[in-house]
T-cell receptor
Framework: EVQLVESGGGLVKPGGSLRLSCSASGFTFSDYSMNWVRQAPGKGLEWVSSIGSRTSTYIYYADSVKGRFTISRDNAKNSLFLQMNSLRAEDTAVYYC?????FGGGWFDPWGQGTQVTVSS | DIQMTQSPSSLSASVGDRVTITCRAS??????LNWYQQKPGKAPKLLIYAASSLQSGVPSRFSGGGSGTDFTLTISNLQPEDFATYYC??????????FGQGTRLEIK
């Protein structure tokens, strides 16, 4: 079964840092691009970052997180990461990792269950 | 950036109805359009990719259409489990990948 499981969320003060992890199983992780998407409370979906397959051929960020967040992957450990620094209240959201498939930016399938990040003093 | 606009924002329907949700792109995106379903407290689930291809395991009452700037998601013979929020997503121009604001489908 193809599965993604996020971890690492929590409560952090403004200006603080968190590192999210996404553990993949059931597929050849290195063959796929991977993505982070977030959802603020009561809001819609917002793409955060993408990383290419294998040698991380590309890395992209939303303008809202550029310079503060860093995406990375460890293909040997079937893991995706999101290092989040200089966190702000507006970063409060459920963060999902999702496998990317297909041409262009691709479509996302499956998604993990999400991990909650709350930025508050 | 390509903006995605869904209509309506919310919709009430009854079991057995046929409903259509529209997604409009701010510029042509060919067929680079995908649809997701999200239920409260759950992760989104892929329904349709490349505008009209049905994801494996998704019931055939779901169908997608359109190309260029105008797209539709149609659900025929609504079932109780279909009441959820639906999002479109463009993958033509990346970055950024952009989603529509969502359409909430409620039981009448």
């Amino acid at each position: 079964e193809v599965q993604l499981v996020e971890s690492g969320g929590g409560l952090v003060k403004p200006g603080g840092s968190l590192r999210l992890s996404c553990s993949a199983s059931g597929f050849t992780f290195s063959d796929y691009s991977m993505n982070w998407v977030r959802q603020a409370p009561g809001k819609g979906l917002e793409w955060v970052s993408s990383i290419g397959s294998r040698t991380s051929t590309y890395i992209y960020y939303a303008d809202s997180v550029k310079g503060r967040f860093t995406i990375s992957r460890d293909n040997a450990k079937n893991s995706l990461f999101l290092q989040m620094n200089s966190l702000r209240a507006e970063d409060t959201a459920v963060y999902y990792c999702a496998r990317g498939i297909g041409f262009g930016g691709g479509w996302f399938d499956p998604w993990g269950q999400g991990t909650q990040v709350t930025v508050s003093s | 950036d390509i903006q995605m606009t869904q209509s309506p924002s919310s919709l009430s329907a009854s079991v057995g109805d046929r409903v259509t949700i529209t997604c409009r792109a701010s510029q042509s995106i060919s067929s680079y359009l995908n649809w997701y379903q999200q239920k409260p407290g759950k992760a989104p689930k892929l329904l349709i990719y490349a505008a009209s291809s049905l994801q494996s395991g998704v019931p055939s009452r779901f169908s997608g259409g359109g190309s260029g700037t105008d797209f539709t998601l149609t659900i025929s013979n609504l079932q109780p489990e279909d009441f959820a929020t639906y999002y479109c997503q463009q993958s033509y121009s990346s970055p950024p990948i952009t989603f529509g604001q969502g359409t909430r489908l409620e039981i009448k």
